[in-house]
């Protein structure tokens, strides 16, 4: 009787600090209302009306010829799970960095032209936007589709001065 | 016989409630100093000026140049954390919001927009069951923090044109 009980306690306290059973939810700002991109439109909307409907970004940074980036997002996750592990840190960071973006992140990216008029709106995770944008400024390459359009109708009106 | 078990009975609620009480926890962490709206709602687009916001609000915490523009940031964080371990049981709610503004001004230094946010105030401490008090508009969508995209995640080019 004796043994078996000091055996439960002895696997009682191996349990303890090795297994653990976590329920954990963490939220990082308020969530973005759904369908965002509806309410403004390209070429028309202003930096005013973007920071009137969707209050502060969480970040802005500037992408070339004068034009900006707001990105507005938030985070949220819920997990249940059993966990085989010595304990070292929290399981949940709380923390916000604004050095770098956060990958947690998810929401909107509105893209500003130097008079302020929305260029580029996109959801999705913001750190993966502002890796493309860096990589590809679209509204720039957007403006040279349109240039090359125009180009090509110009030809296609006067084939006489197509080269 | 009830009357005898009842004390004992008594006994072991209050004892088991002293055993549980030390394993739940709270914390809060805040960053930065709470933002007045008040303040920000004297910023007027077009006549404020830098020198008056700095007045006002203080130094940013954040100055990020754009061209010949700038845009500063002030905020505040609230964290509120709330838990519960029972041997081998962990539940742990994390909830943080912020107190955000941003302000544009052109190369005069003349306040060009105004972006503000005010949500630190209403972190809570929770437990992982319960609902967050959002608006019913904020409502959000489920996902698990995994990082794999949407369907609606518009392509770069659909989402431009």
């Keep these: ?163 | 016989m009830k009357n005898l078990n009842a004390p004992r009975l008594g006994a072991a609620c209050l004892v088991a409630c002293l055993a549980l009480l030390p394993s739940c926890f709270v914390s809060r962490e805040t960053t930065n100093v709470p933002l007045d709206p008040e303040v920000v709602s004297q910023l007027r687009p077009g006549e404020t000026t830098a020198r008056e916001v700095a007045e006002l609000l203080g130094a940013p915490s954040e100055v990020v140049q754009l061209g010949f523009r700038s845009a500063w940031r002030y905020d505040h964080v609230r964290a509120k954390r709330a838990g519960f371990t029972l041997i081998v049981v962990t539940l742990l709610d994390t909830d943080a919001r912020q107190d955000r503004v941003w302000v544009f001004f052109d190369e005069d230094d003349l306040l060009l927009n105004v972006g503000s946010t005010f949500d630190a105030g209403d972190a809570e401490y929770q437990m992982p069951w319960m609902d967050r008090n959002y608006p019913e508009d904020d409502a959000p969508e489920t996902y698990d923090g995994s990082r794999e995209p949407d369907a609606d995640d518009a392509p770069m080019e659909d989402a431009a044109s």
């Design chain 1, 1 to 163: 009787m004796m043994r078996a009980a000091l055996g439960a306690l002895l696997a009682g306290g191996l349990a303890t600090s090795c297994l653990s059973v976590n329920w954990t939810r963490s939220t990082l700002h308020r969530p973005v209302q759904d369908g965002v991109l509806e309410d403004y439109v390209v070429d028309e909307s202003t930096m005013a009306d973007a920071l009137d409907g969707l209050g502060a970004p969480l970040y802005v940074w500037e992408l070339s010829r004068g034009a900006s980036a707001l990105a507005w997002g938030w985070y949220g996750s819920r997990d249940l799970g059993v966990q085989v592990s010595v304990p070292t840190r929290s399981p949940v960071d709380p923390s916000f960095q604004y050095s770098q973006i956060d990958r947690r992140l998810r929401g909107y990216v509105f893209v500003f032209d130097a008079d302020d008029r929305l260029r580029y709106m996109r959801k999705g995770y913001l750190a993966d936007i502002a890796d493309e944008l860096r990589r590809r400024p679209v509204f720039e390459v957007a403006g040279a589709e349109e240039r090359l359009r125009e180009r090509e109708d110009a030809d296609a009106a006067d084939p006489g001065d197509a080269r």
